[in-house]
């Protein structure tokens, strides 16, 4: 069944309060938004900055334009910028801002996004395989199911989707694909399906989907390398806020964040933070969120 936030494309933000609270706001301060979607975040993060800045990245160019109908955000404090987080470094040197009080990461793809068709991201609507996050990139989900080889196939599946089965489903698009090629995501579902021959109540095609969009979009060498910019930049009790929705994605935070000398930065969430139970029954994208947070001690 489709959740509700995914069918009216509505899309919620995950975690708002425990950001808001985390995030620590000062009403002067530097703040970088790196995953704008809907402004969720970045709305109530602006409305609380009397003289401070709010910078926000939106690699989208379908969602970054959604920003102009928005009148809100037509405040001088705030600055949007349509480009991967990746160059986070590059836009921070061209305004000349040497400390960020605070990055939000709230990863992945918003719900609008996922309900989008032609976009090629749910397995639950069939759409042209694409599953490209910015338009200016040149590889799309389709390339890579007719062309790449089995063995390549199996190992995008197996290390960015963690699918078990990732040998039998690489093996069966490759023998489908010499009939027809496999252009919508109902061809490739399908596949998948006929890979597995016991019901379970997670959708088949959830991990191969996953795995698509990871290596198409390098989603966690983006996530690499924007969070050790982040690092590099963040000022005295500053903190790095980062949201992620599967283990690849919370491994790497974990990583990063644990490589920073503790007698600079402070984790302060031993644990990731999950949302409360009420939050998960009302918006289901927040069921799979995890919530890390880091500061730069003063
Ligand atoms: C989960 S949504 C963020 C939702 C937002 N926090 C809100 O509540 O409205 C993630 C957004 O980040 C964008 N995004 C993903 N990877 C990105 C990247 N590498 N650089 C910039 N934006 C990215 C996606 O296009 C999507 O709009």
């Excluded at 480009?83 to 986070?88: I, P, W």
Aim: proline share 3%; aromatic share 10%; charged share 30%.
């Amino acid at each position: 069944m489709v959740n509700s936030a995914v069918n009216n494309g509505i899309h919620v933000p995950v975690m708002l309060n425990e950001v808001l609270d985390y995030l620590n706001l000062k009403k002067e301060g530097i703040y970088v938004d790196c995953t704008f979607g809907k402004g969720g975040h970045s709305r109530p993060i602006l409305e609380k900055l009397e003289k401070g800045k709010l910078i926000a990245f939106e690699w989208d160019e379908e969602t970054a334009n959604l920003v102009q109908e928005d009148k809100f955000f037509l405040s001088p404090r705030f600055h949007l910028i349509n480009d991967n987080f990746a160059n986070l470094e590059e836009h921070l040197k061209k305004m000349g801002i040497q400390e960020v009080d605070g990055f939000l990461f709230d990863l992945g793809l918003s719900s609008d996004q996922l309900a989008e068709e032609g976009r090629g991201f749910s397995y639950r609507l069939n759409s042209p395989l694409d599953m490209r996050m910015s338009g200016k990139s040149k590889l799309k989900a389709e390339d890579i199911i007719n062309n790449y080889s089995w063995e390549k196939l199996a190992d995008i599946f197996y290390h960015y989707g963690e699918e078990r089965k990732a040998r039998v489903i690489a093996r069966k698009i490759c023998y489908r694909r010499q009939k027809e090629k496999i252009t919508n995501s109902e061809q490739l579902v399908g596949i998948i399906a006929s890979c597995f021959s016991r019901k379970s109540d997670k959708h088949p095609a959830r991990k191969v989907f996953q795995a698509l969009r990871i290596f198409i979009n390098n989603e966690l060498e983006n996530l690499t390398q924007a969070l050790e910019i982040a690092f590099k930049y963040l000022a005295a009790g500053g903190r790095i806020i980062v949201i992620s929705y599967h283990s690849l994605e919370d491994r790497i935070v974990k990583q990063i964040f644990k490589k920073y000398p503790s007698n600079k930065f402070q984790i302060i969430t031993k644990k990731p933070s999950t949302p409360a139970q009420q939050e998960i029954m009302e918006n289901h994208r927040a069921r799979s969120a995890k919530m890390r947070v880091i500061t730069r001690k003063m």
